[in-house]
């Protein structure tokens, strides 16, 4: 019975929470992952097109809240996410177009870009800001929990509650939802095969008759689909703060990097490397211990390698241990 009490407070505090986490790093670092293989440079600028997208769902939210439309026990977002990916999808097409373009065509190096979308980043920053302010922003609603610690506990008989709230669960199933339309794209369809080909090799992909700019706009509008898909999950999950997404930037690179920059496959993986590494070094495991071990041994401390305020160092140095003793990565995506 401590062992089951255990295995459900692990569940509850570090496992069912690092699994939505994971989902949502790993889908905004197959964003991160995206750009960088098929336009070859590093999107600084993605946080904050994930806190732009979210932005437009949750306006689109408290429009049909106003209206009365509802879906139930599920978030209204849900029914905005279609217009916040199209506001998204505007955004990031106009900034190519006046920006990115440019550069393409001098074929600058891709610090060079780097350096660019920093810029973008502060001006998609400052806009979010300016249209919803820079406070927390609350857009949930539905049903809160799919179930709750007291309904757990009263089933099993356990001294633990397991809860999983509506947003994780959303978060999971929407995840993989997205995730396999995306591989079946990349890897079924004319254009996805393109967008392939010109991943691996741009000059021949040119030789080969394929359109650079239809692989650009289509690039642009998966990743704005996937960063505000991402944004929004999170936003459900936690809470919807312009400056969060910001934040957000490290453990999505490290999670981008640890995987493989450029591979796919390694995105997603490396989001729940971090995601994972991130819950378990900043969780107090004396509750779980005290299950697990004799009354004698119980410890007195919290047992927390570090304060939940400090989780950014874990993706900071997983980061750089990746960089220097494997910088492509766990499956080996393109050199950094």
Known sequence: MDFLNA?????????????????QLALGALGVTLIYGILRFSNFAHG????????GVILATWWLQGL?????????ALLALPAGIAIC???????????????RAQRVKPVILVIVSMGVMFVYNGLTRFVIGPGDQSFGDGSRFVISALDFRAMTGLQEGLAIRTS????????????????????????????????????????SGINPERVVLVTWLIVAALATVA???????????????????????????????????????????????EVTIT???????????????????????????????????ILVVVLLIRPTGLFRGKAV
């Open 7 to 23: 295995l459900v407070a692990l569940s509850n505090f570090v496992i069912v929470p690092a699994v939505a986490y994971g989902s």
């Open 48 to 55: 904050d097109t994930m806190a732009f997208g979210t932005m």
């Open 68 to 76: 009365g439309v509802s879906l139930g026990p599920l978030p209204t």
């Open 89 to 103: 999808a505007a955004l990031v097409l106009a900034t190519d177009r006046v920006v990115y373009r440019f550069y």
């Open 168 to 207: 994780q669960a959303i978060t999971l199933v929407t995840a993989i939802v997205v995730v396999a339309i995306l591989f079946w794209f990349l890897n079924r369809t004319r254009t996805g095969k393109s967008m392939r080909a010109y991943s691996d090799n741009e000059d021949l992909a040119l030789l």
């Open 231 to 277: 944004g929004t999950l999170y936003g459900l999950d936690k809470s919807f703060k312009p400056f969060t997404y910001f934040q957000l930037l490290l453990p999505i690179f490290a999670s981008a990097i640890v995987g493989g920059l450029g591979s796919p496959v390694g995105a997603i993986a490396g989001g729940f490397i971090i995601a994972f590494s």
């Open 283 to 317: 969780y107090a495991w004396k509750k779980v211990l005290g299950h697990l071990l004799p009354e004698s041994l119980e410890p007195d401390g919290l047992v927390q390698l570090l304060a939940v305020d400090y989780k950014f160092a874990v993706s900071f140095v």
